[in-house]
């Protein structure tokens, strides 16, 4: 009897011990790892900002897609089955399925042993949600040829965790271009940034290029995070839901494009593309008033759902990244410095020396059969006389040339917010680093580089009046809701010539288009335009080449109240030595205009139309 | 000196009975209430995850729908659809337009309102 109470006495104390030695001694440890067993913490990835066009088309956003992973710890020996299993519906072949349903134990940066890899294989991203209800079907149906009424419980449990929780997925986004390759350059496209929490693989979509990259953060969002317990089957549980911080979604990015005008440019652009072969051709559409960017395209370009075809040429937006040569459209800058300095009048006549002139020692031509003697400074620009403009720029002097050229924004970057604008600061150097021969060669437009944006914006300033504009590409941010969360105002830069100054250029480049300019081609039926044309010889090896040009069209209309200002650029096209700015560029020109003007419902001004319809647009008595 | 137990009078003895009952039923009570709230927060629990699940997909369904709409108001996509179509649509020329003055931004005077208000300094109903 003593025997048994001592027994009973025993087994109470090791009862007893083993009681404080889970519930007191070893109480930390146990806790937490119970704590690990069933608390999770969730990352919640917040949704990447849209971005609109001008009219609220969604030009790239969002959609919901599955990660789909394997738990490997939970396949046994199963690989085989379930790699063919899964293969048809995520469209891989079974042999890069299979490795990957192995445990594996890998070494982190430390050179420390990790064993997530023995829970958790990537097998695919960007999967669609019906493809995933597909595999989750698969997986349940699966049979593994034996009859699992007749195994043990333990085994009937491996089988029953590997159809249900051995593949599994996790929410991700995926990046969307609705409109495939329009606007790409402008718009970027998404990269992948990982990076490691809780030894678990994050991706999250990171902007390359374009608007993508540059507001990336505006863009991106803040994650947020949910501290939760989960049961077996890793269901949460929400009733024991610690904390819950929603993410902050990005916001999305409204531009100053319009997808409507971005097609008629991209368009005509192909167009051009196909019947000029050129190495690439760029165009931008602008509101010189506001210098809103209406439309910025360069071909050859991408599709940014799928940029990795894309050569690397193609991504490239050159209409702000590379640097050219700006021919004879640079006359347009010279002559207006030198009209606002009162150097010169429109009406002045200048010698142009039958085509052939030597300035320190080096002779400068007209274009090949022009041989121009007396010509007003209106005519230098209308016939666009390359010894006229020199003339002109060496009155206005080396110091006042220079500064007129900093003015019009050449040599610094406009400011548009986009990745890798290059402000050709290395091109525009000031006089003390001139040559003796500059000052005549610079004046039309050689030995000095421009972006093509800078040049569009500098004519733009002549069709605003005189003041240059910053170049407007976003116009706000605002959340998914649609609240204006930034709005972004047009900003002038600074005045660059007198009001008078540039109503004189406007008179002088309307001419540019009439039968006896350099762009006839570029003239509108309904509106009358000013414009500039330029032919540039590409420099190749250090000299220029006698058949490779850079040929250019920058014109504006209604010119008597500019509403838009085109740019139309092609470098190298076919026809070699016989391409010239007027004849190539002009018809690019006068047809992006001509469905622009329709699209935008611009009040015509040319005198014939207006004669045409009466005078009559309109009044509500003639409608009667 | 010690009452004779059997005079004591009923009400008496049921005291205590009562008691306990009131504990028994607060106890009882406590406990069912207990177990009603813990099952009402896991029903609501449920419901709470049943209803994300359902905002969810709708988010994301309406987000493809969203796509699905941008793809439809692609201009390249209408673009080849109206060629497509062979409908012979092309931009209305200027000729064609009728432009309309724009209204002023004064509301322009209302005589007739401007006598009504007058007639009724007056003395007189206003009418319509």
């Not at chain 1, 294989?121 to 595999?135: D, G, M, P, Y």
Request: net charge neutral; charged share 20%; aromatic share 6%.
């Amino acid at each position: 009897m003593l025997a048994l109470t001592l027994m009973v006495c025993a087994a109470f104390a090791g009862l007893g011990y083993r009681l404080v030695d889970l519930q007191v001694l070893r109480h930390d440890e146990l806790a937490k790892l119970a704590q690990d067993n069933t608390q999770r913490e969730i990352r919640q990835a917040p949704r990447r900002g849209d971005i609109l066009d001008a009219r609220g088309n969604l030009l790239a956003t969002s959609v919901p897609v599955k990660t789909v992973c394997a738990d490997p710890s939970l396949i046994g020996n199963q690989q085989a089955l379930v790699a063919q299993a899964l293969a048809p519906l995520l469209q891989m072949p079974e042999g890069e399925i299979y490795p990957k349903l192995f445990p594996r134990v890998s070494k982190n940066e430390k050179g420390e042993t990790v064993t997530n890899n023995l829970h958790y294989a990537r097998l695919k991203k960007n999967v669609s949600e019906e493809t995933w209800q597909k595999i989750q079907l698969a997986m349940s149906r699966m049979s593994f040829g034996v009859d699992e009424t007749k195994l043990a419980k333990t085994n009937r449990q491996f089988f029953n965790n590997l159809r249900q929780s051995a593949v599994f997925a996790e929410p991700d986004q995926m990046r969307v271009y609705p409109n495939g390759s329009l606007a790409a350059q402008v718009i970027g496209f998404p990269g992948v940034e990982e990076f490691k929490l809780d030894g678990r693989p994050i991706s999250q979509i990171s902007g390359h290029g374009g608007v993508e990259l540059s507001l990336n953060s505006s863009l991106s969002g803040v994650a947020g995070w949910r501290v939760t317990a989960t049961d077996s089957k890793q269901r949460e549980l929400v009733a024991l839901r610690d904390e819950d911080v929603q993410p902050r979604d990005g916001l999305n990015v409204v531009l100053t494009i319009d997808a409507a005008i971005q097609h008629i440019l991209e368009s005509e652009l192909a167009d051009a593309m196909k019947e000029h072969d050129p190495v690439s051709i760029t165009g931008i559409v602008t509101r010189p008033r506001t210098g809103e960017i209406l439309a910025m395209a360069s071909l050859p370009d991408f599709d940014p759902n799928n940029p990795g075809a894309a050569p690397p040429e193609a991504l490239r937006n050159r209409v702000i990244s590379d640097v050219m040569e700006p021919g004879s459209t640079f006359k347009t800058i010279v002559v207006s410095g030198a009209l606002n300095e009162h150097v010169v009048s429109l009406n002045d006549v200048i010698f142009c020396e039958n085509g052939l002139f030597y300035y320190g020692g080096i002779p400068l031509q007209d274009a090949e059969h022009d041989h121009f003697g007396n010509l007003t400074v209106e005519q230098i620009l209308e016939k666009s006389s390359n010894i006229g403009a020199s003339k002109i720029g060496i009155k206005l002097q080396a110091p006042k040339l220079y500064d007129y050229m900093t003015r019009f924004g050449l040599g610094a970057q406009t400011g548009i917010p986009l990745p890798d604008e290059s402000s050709a600061q290395n091109f525009v150097r000031p006089p003390d680093k001139w040559g003796k021969y500059s000052l005549a060669q610079i004046p039309m437009g050689q030995g000095v580089a421009v972006t093509r944006l800078q040049m569009v914006m500098a004519v733009g300033a002549i069709a605003n009046g005189g003041v240059l504009m910053r170049p407007m590409l976003v116009k706000r941010l605002q959340d998914r809701d649609g609240k204006v969360v930034q709005q972004y105002e047009p900003q002038t830069v600074r005045r660059v010539i007198s009001d008078e100054t540039a109503k004189e250029m406007v008179k002088a480049l309307k001419t540019v288009v009439s039968d006896e300019g350099t762009a006839p081609l570029a003239r509108m039926a309904n509106y009358v335009v000013a414009g500039k044309t330029g032919t540039a010889q590409k420099v190749v090896n250090g000299t220029y080449s006698k058949d490779k040009f850079v040929i250019t069209f920058i014109g504006f209309f209604p010119a008597n109240d500019p509403q838009i200002c085109i740019s139309i650029v092609m470098d190298a096209p076919k026809e070699g030595g016989h391409a010239f700015g007027g004849a190539l560029c002009g018809p690019v020109f006068k047809d992006v205009a001509d469905r622009c003007a329709s699209y935008l419902n611009i009040p015509p001004d040319s005198p014939a139309t207006l004669m045409a319809s009466g005078g009559a647009h309109s009044t509500p008595t003639q409608l009667q | 000196m010690a009452g004779n137990r059997k005079s004591q009078s009923a009400a008496i003895r049921f005291g205590p009975a009562l008691k306990a009952a009131f504990l028994c039923l607060l106890i009882a009570g406590s406990a069912i209430g207990y177990v009603w709230q813990k099952n009402e927060i896991y029903r609501l629990s449920q419901q709470i995850r049943q209803a994300e699940l359902r905002l969810k997909q709708m988010t994301d369904s309406n987000e493809k729908l969203r796509v699905k709409l941008a793809d439809l108001r692609s201009p390249l996509m209408l673009d080849q659809r109206a060629r497509e179509l062979n409908l012979g649509l092309a931009p209305a020329q200027p000729m064609q337009v009728w432009r309309l003055p724009e209204p002023s931004a004064a509301p322009p005077e209302n005589h007739a309102l401007a006598r009504q208000l007058a007639a009724r300094q007056a003395g007189a109903p206003l009418t319509q």
